[in-house]
C-alpha cells in the first residue's frame, strides 16, 4: 500500500468516526438509560414484597402501601440492587459528562419522569432501612400520650399497643428498639401526623411517612428548578443530581428517611438569605425567614444547625442580619423544645453519637491492632473526639477556600463547606445524610466535586443495600457484603475525603461550565417571585 492509499483509508475512518455531537448525543442517552434502568429495578424490589430489603410488615387491609409478595432470595435482591445502584451514578455521571459537553435536553420530561419515579417509590412499601418503622414507632407513642424521648419501641411493643405488636422485632436492630428517639420535635411532629393518619395499621403510618418524605423530595426539585430557571446548563445538571438521581430516590424516598424533611428546610432557609447592592446588604426580612426555616429543619435534625452557622457566617459584617436570623431560629426551636419537654433536651446532650461500621477510620486502627473484624468494643476511646477536631479543621479549610459560585445568596457556600466537612470527616455517616449537601451543590456549575461527592453516596449506599441481615445469606455473599463495608467504602470514603482536601488547598475544581452563577448575574436569575 502506498502513501496515498494510506491517506486514503485514514481519511474514510475519520469520516465514519463519530464527531462530537454524536458523542454528546449517545453519551446523553446512555445515561437516560442507565438512569431509568436503575430506578426500574429499584422499584421492582419494592414491589416484589418482603426481603431482605425490605422489612416485613403486615398489610394494610387491600389500602397502602401495594406490594405483591414473590419471596426474593437475599442473592437476587442484593445483587440486583447493587447492579442498579452502579447503574444510577454511572448513569448521573454520564448525564452530567454530556450537559457539560452541550447537551440540551428538553427539561419537562426529565421533571416529569422525576415525579413518576417518586409516585411509583412512594406507594410501595419502605425499602432499604428499618428507620421508617422507627419513625412510626416514635408517632404512634405521640399518638397514646407518650414521650418518644422517653419510652423506647421494645416499650411500645411489651405495652400491648396493636402497633408495637406489628413490629418485626426481629428484623429491627436491638440497638433502634431499646433506643429512644434522637430527633427533634419537628420530626416527632411529623411522626405523630403520620400516625394519626395511619391509625393502628404499622404499614398505613410507614406509607404516610413516605408520602411526607416524597412530597419533601418534590419541593426541592420544584425549588432547584425554579432557582435556575435561566441558565438551562445548570438547571439539567441540579435534576441529575437530586430529580432523577436513583441513588436519592432509593435513599429519601423509598427509604422514607426524615431527611428529605430537613434538606428542603435547610435548603429554603439557606436561599432566603440574600444579598443585593454594592457593597453587599442583607435585608433584615429575608434573614428572619432563613431562621426560620433553618429552625425548622433543625428541629428536625439536629445537624442542620450547620446551617445556622453558615448564615451566621454570612451574616459576620451585618449585625442587623445576624441578630434577625438568630431572632428567627429561636422563634421556631424555643418553643418547639418547650413543647417536647426536657427529655427532648436531654438526648441532645446525652445521645452518644458513635461511629458507623463503614467508617473510614477504622482503616487506621484495625490494621495496627490486628483486628480482623469490625467490633465496637475495639474502637479507639477518643475517636469520635478526634473526628470532630478534624471536622473542624476541615470545615475552616472549606470555609476559606471553596469558591464563592452563588454571590447573591451569601449562605449557599459556607453551608455546602460546613456539609461537605460534616459528612466527609465525621465518624457517624449514613448515605442518606447526603442530600444535606447534594441540595446545596446543585447550585454550583459542573466541577470535579461532582464526582467526588457522587462516588462517595454511591460507595455508602452498597453498604445499605440490605435492611435486614440474615443467617440465610450465601457465605460468599455475606463475604463479600463485609468485605465492602470494612474495606472498599472505608477506602473510598477516605479517598474521596482527601480528594476534597486537595481540591480546596489547590484550588483545582476544574469548573467546566461559564455559566451565571460566575457571570454576576445570580442573584436577579435566582430571584423567586
Same mark, same amino acid.
Given at each position: 500500500?502506498?502513501?496515498?492509499?494510506?491517506?486514503?483509508?485514514?481519511?474514510?475512518?475519520?469520516?465514519?468516526?463519530?464527531?462530537?455531537?454524536?458523542?454528546?448525543?449517545?453519551?446523553?442517552?446512555?445515561?437516560?438509560?442507565?438512569?431509568?434502568?436503575?430506578?426500574?429495578?429499584?422499584?421492582?424490589?419494592?414491589?416484589?414484597?418482603?426481603?431482605?430489603?425490605?422489612?416485613?410488615?403486615?398489610?394494610?387491609?387491600?389500602?397502602?402501601?401495594?406490594?405483591?409478595?414473590?419471596?426474593?432470595?437475599?442473592?437476587?435482591?442484593?445483587?440486583?440492587?447493587?447492579?442498579?445502584?452502579?447503574?444510577?451514578?454511572?448513569?448521573?455521571?454520564?448525564?452530567?459528562?454530556?450537559?457539560?459537553?452541550?447537551?440540551?435536553?428538553?427539561?419537562?420530561?426529565?421533571?416529569?419522569?422525576?415525579?413518576?419515579?417518586?409516585?411509583?417509590?412512594?406507594?410501595?412499601?419502605?425499602?432499604?432501612?428499618?428507620?421508617?418503622?422507627?419513625?412510626?414507632?416514635?408517632?404512634?407513642?405521640?399518638?397514646?400520650?407518650?414521650?418518644?424521648? @422517653?419510652?423506647?419501641?421494645?416499650?411500645?411493643?411489651?405495652?400491648?399497643?396493636?402497633?408495637?405488636?406489628?413490629?418485626?422485632?426481629?428484623?429491627?436492630?436491638?440497638?433502634?428498639?431499646?433506643?429512644?428517639?434522637? +430527633?427533634?420535635?419537628?420530626?416527632?411532629?411529623?411522626?405523630?401526623?403520620?400516625?394519626?393518619?395511619?391509625?393502628?395499621?404499622?404499614?398505613?403510618?410507614?406509607?404516610?411517612?413516605?408520602?411526607?418524605?416524597?412530597?419533601?423530595?418534590?419541593?426541592?426539585?420544584?425549588?432547584?428548578?425554579?432557582? =435556575?430557571?435561566?441558565?438551562?446548563?445548570?438547571?439539567?445538571?441540579?435534576?441529575?443530581?437530586?430529580?432523577?438521581?436513583?441513588?436519592?430516590?432509593?435513599?429519601?424516598?423509598?427509604?422514607?428517611?426524615?431527611?428529605?424533611?430537613?434538606?428542603?428546610?435547610?435548603?429554603?432557609?439557606?436561599?432566603?438569605?440574600?444579598?443585593?447592592?454594592?457593597?453587599?446588604?442583607?435585608?433584615?426580612?429575608?434573614?428572619?425567614?432563613?431562621?426560620?426555616?433553618?429552625?425548622?429543619?433543625?428541629?428536625?435534625?439536629?445537624? +442542620?444547625?450547620?446551617?445556622?452557622?453558615?448564615?451566621?457566617?454570612?451574616?459576620?459584617?451585618?449585625?442587623?442580619?445576624?441578630?434577625?436570623?438568630?431572632?428567627?431560629?429561636?422563634?421556631?426551636?424555643?418553643?418547639?423544645? $418547650?413543647?417536647?419537654?426536657?427529655?427532648?433536651?436531654?438526648?441532645?446532650?446525652?445521645?452518644?453519637?458513635?461511629?458507623?461500621?463503614?467508617?473510614?477510620?477504622?482503616?487506621?486502627?484495625?490494621?495496627?491492632?490486628? +483486628?480482623?473484624?469490625?467490633? @465496637?468494643?475495639?474502637?479507639?476511646?477518643?475517636?469520635? =473526639?478526634?473526628?470532630?477536631?478534624?471536622?473542624?479543621?476541615?470545615?475552616?479549610?472549606?470555609?476559606?477556600? $471553596?469558591?464563592?459560585?452563588?454571590?447573591?445568596?451569601?449562605?449557599?457556600?459556607?453551608? =455546602?463547606?460546613?456539609?461537605?466537612?460534616?459528612?466527609?470527616?465525621?465518624?457517624?455517616?449514613?448515605?442518606?445524610?447526603?442530600?444535606?449537601?447534594?441540595?446545596?451543590?446543585?447550585?454550583?456549575?459542573?466541577?470535579?466535586?461532582?464526582?467526588?461527592?457522587?462516588?462517595?453516596?454511591?460507595?455508602?449506599?452498597?453498604?445499605?443495600?440490605?435492611?435486614?441481615?440474615?443467617?440465610?445469606?450465601?457465605?460468599?455473599?455475606?463475604?463479600?457484603?463485609?468485605?465492602?463495608?470494612?474495606?472498599?467504602?472505608?477506602?473510598?470514603? $477516605?479517598?474521596?475525603?482527601?480528594? $476534597?482536601?486537595?481540591?480546596?488547598?489547590?484550588?483545582?475544581?476544574?469548573?467546566?461550565?461559564?455559566?451565571?452563577?460566575?457571570?454576576?448575574?445570580?442573584?436577579?436569575?435566582?430571584?423567586?417571585?
Amino acid at each position: 500500500m502506498d502513501d496515498k492509499d494510506g491517506a486514503g483509508a485514514a481519511s474514510a475512518a475519520a469520516l465514519n468516526r463519530p464527531g462530537p455531537a454524536e458523542l454528546t448525543r449517545l453519551t446523553g442517552w446512555l445515561a437516560a438509560t442507565a438512569i431509568a434502568a436503575s430506578t426500574l429495578i429499584m422499584i421492582l424490589i419494592s414491589a416484589a414484597g418482603p426481603s431482605v430489603s425490605v422489612p416485613a410488615v403486615r398489610r394494610a387491609g387491600g389500602g397502602l402501601p401495594w406490594w405483591h409478595a414473590l419471596h426474593l432470595t437475599a442473592t437476587f435482591v442484593t445483587v440486583s440492587l447493587w447492579a442498579a445502584m452502579v447503574l444510577g451514578c454511572a448513569g448521573v455521571i454520564a448525564g452530567l459528562v454530556a450537559v457539560a459537553r452541550g447537551a440540551r435536553p428538553p427539561v419537562r420530561p426529565v421533571i416529569a419522569a422525576a415525579f413518576l419515579a417518586v409516585a411509583g417509590l412512594t406507594v410501595l412499601p419502605p425499602a432499604g432501612s428499618t428507620d421508617s418503622i422507627s419513625y412510626a414507632a416514635s408517632g404512634r407513642m405521640a399518638v397514646t400520650g407518650h414521650s418518644p424521648y @422517653v419510652m423506647t419501641p421494645l416499650q411500645l411493643r411489651r405495652s400491648g399497643d396493636p402497633v408495637g405488636r406489628q413490629m418485626p422485632s426481629a428484623e429491627i436492630p436491638p440497638a433502634w428498639m431499646n433506643a429512644v428517639s434522637v +430527633y427533634g420535635p419537628v420530626a416527632t411532629a411529623d411522626e405523630w401526623g403520620a400516625a394519626e393518619l395511619g391509625g393502628t395499621s404499622l404499614a398505613r403510618i410507614t406509607f404516610w411517612l413516605k408520602l411526607e418524605e416524597a412530597v419533601a423530595f418534590g419541593v426541592v426539585i420544584l425549588v432547584l428548578d425554579r432557582l =435556575l430557571r435561566a441558565d438551562p446548563a445548570m438547571r439539567l445538571r441540579a435534576h441529575l443530581l437530586w430529580s432523577v438521581n436513583p441513588l436519592l430516590l432509593w435513599e429519601v424516598v423509598a427509604g422514607g428517611h426524615i431527611d428529605g424533611l430537613a434538606a428542603v428546610a435547610g435548603l429554603l432557609g439557606v436561599v432566603a438569605l440574600r444579598a443585593r447592592g454594592r457593597p453587599a446588604e442583607i435585608p433584615v426580612g429575608g434573614a428572619v425567614l432563613a431562621g426560620l426555616l433553618i429552625g425548622v429543619a433543625t428541629g428536625t435534625k439536629v445537624e +442542620y444547625a450547620l446551617f445556622g452557622l453558615a448564615v451566621a457566617w454570612a451574616c459576620r459584617r451585618s449585625l442587623r442580619a445576624a441578630a434577625a436570623a438568630a431572632a428567627g431560629f429561636a422563634v421556631v426551636a424555643v418553643p418547639a423544645y $418547650l413543647a417536647a419537654g426536657t427529655p427532648a433536651i436531654r438526648v441532645l446532650l446525652t445521645r452518644s453519637n458513635g461511629i458507623t461500621w463503614d467508617t473510614m477510620y477504622q482503616l487506621f486502627w484495625r490494621p495496627v491492632l490486628g +483486628y480482623t473484624q469490625f467490633s @465496637v468494643s475495639s474502637v479507639p476511646p477518643h475517636l469520635v =473526639l478526634v473526628s470532630y477536631l478534624l471536622f473542624a479543621a476541615v470545615a475552616l479549610l472549606a470555609l476559606l477556600r $471553596l469558591p464563592d459560585r452563588v454571590p447573591g445568596r451569601p449562605a449557599v457556600t459556607p453551608a =455546602l463547606a460546613l456539609s461537605l466537612a460534616w459528612l466527609f470527616v465525621t465518624a457517624f455517616q449514613r448515605p442518606w445524610y447526603d442530600v444535606m449537601a447534594i441540595s446545596l451543590l446543585a447550585l454550583y456549575s459542573a466541577s470535579r466535586l461532582d464526582w467526588v461527592v457522587l462516588i462517595r453516596l454511591l460507595a455508602g449506599a452498597t453498604v445499605y443495600a440490605q435492611a435486614i441481615v440474615t443467617p440465610a445469606e450465601p457465605p460468599w455473599l455475606y463475604d463479600i457484603a463485609q468485605f465492602n463495608g470494612m474495606w472498599l467504602t472505608p477506602g473510598i470514603r $477516605l479517598l474521596t475525603t482527601i480528594a $476534597l482536601v486537595w481540591l480546596c488547598v489547590s484550588g483545582r475544581w476544574g469548573w467546566r461550565s461559564a455559566s451565571a452563577a460566575s457571570s454576576g448575574r445570580l442573584p436577579e436569575l435566582l430571584r423567586i417571585t
